[in-house]
């Protein structure tokens, strides 16, 4: 069946350094994208979202980038901090069919070395 | 109100007994969702909720698992005969449509543990 993904399970960087962690979807009908944050003992955080019809859209720190052509996702995250130590997740949802439904992917660890 | 409250944080149930979570959403949300999450994987969708309608159930959401949202406020799931494998998090999310805002918010979740 299709469903999100991500290449990574795991990641490693230094403080200061920026992470980008990525997912890939393999649902074409998917039109809209969510990154999620959770520590453990916590519900996922929302962190930025994008639609279909973007490329990239930025937040504090983050940015987002979707490419449709290959379905491929990434969160970028500059000057990465020891509070960003955390799993991160990517969601997918088909609004335009009408379901408020997210898909999640396994996530990614990443960790901060100081 | 400033998010989605879950009760209780954790339980401790024998095989076979009867287990029910609530959770509160955020006030002025009148979509509710409920997700399982296990060790080491994304949370999977169970259930939905407009208002106190259920319009979406999931293939995960087997017999024994009831939810309910009475007067479109806070909501419960109840796990009847439960089983080792209903052991997981259990987390709930309320959200408001405001144009292309879903505002999708999770609560800190439920840890069930059947032993």
């Known amino acids: 069946g299709e469903s999100v993904g991500l290449h990574l399970p795991t990641l490693s960087v230094q403080e200061g350094d920026n992470s980008i962690i990525n997912c890939a979807y393999s649902?074409?009908?998917?039109?809209?994208f969510i990154w999620y944050k959770q520590e453990s003992g916590k519900g996922p955080q929302f962190i930025i979202d994008?639609?279909?019809?973007?490329d990239k859209r930025q937040g504090q720190r983050v940015t987002v980038l979707l490419n449709k052509t290959v379905k491929h996702l990434s969160l970028q995250i500059a000057a990465t901090q020891p509070g960003d130590s955390a799993v991160y997740f990517c969601?997918?949802?088909?609004?335009?069919?009408?379901?408020?439904?997210?898909?999640f992917g396994k996530g990614t660890k990443l960790s901060v070395i100081p | 109100d400033t998010g989605v409250s879950q009760n209780p944080r954790h339980k401790i149930t024998k095989r076979g007994q009867n287990v029910t979570f609530r959770c509160d959403p955020i006030?002025?949300?009148?979509?509710l969702y409920w997700y399982r999450q296990t060790l080491g994987q994304g949370p999977e969708f169970l259930t939905y909720?407009?208002?106190?309608?259920?319009?979406?159930k999931s293939r995960l959401l087997s017999d024994r698992f009831s939810a309910e949202r009475p007067k479109g406020s806070f909501s419960t799931l109840e796990i009847q005969r439960t089983e080792q494998g209903d052991s997981a998090m259990y987390l709930c999310?309320?959200?408001?449509?405001?144009?292309?805002?879903?505002?999708?918010?999770f609560g800190s979740g439920t840890r069930l543990t059947v032993v």
């Open positions: 649902n074409s009908a998917s039109d809209y």
């Open positions: 969601a997918e949802n088909m609004s335009g069919a009408g379901s408020y439904q997210l898909t």
């Open positions: 999310a309320s959200s408001l449509r405001t144009g292309n805002d879903y505002g999708y918010t």
């Open positions: 994008i639609r279909s019809n973007m």
């Open positions: 909720f407009q208002n106190e309608a259920q319009l979406e």
């Open positions: 006030s002025e949300h009148n979509r």
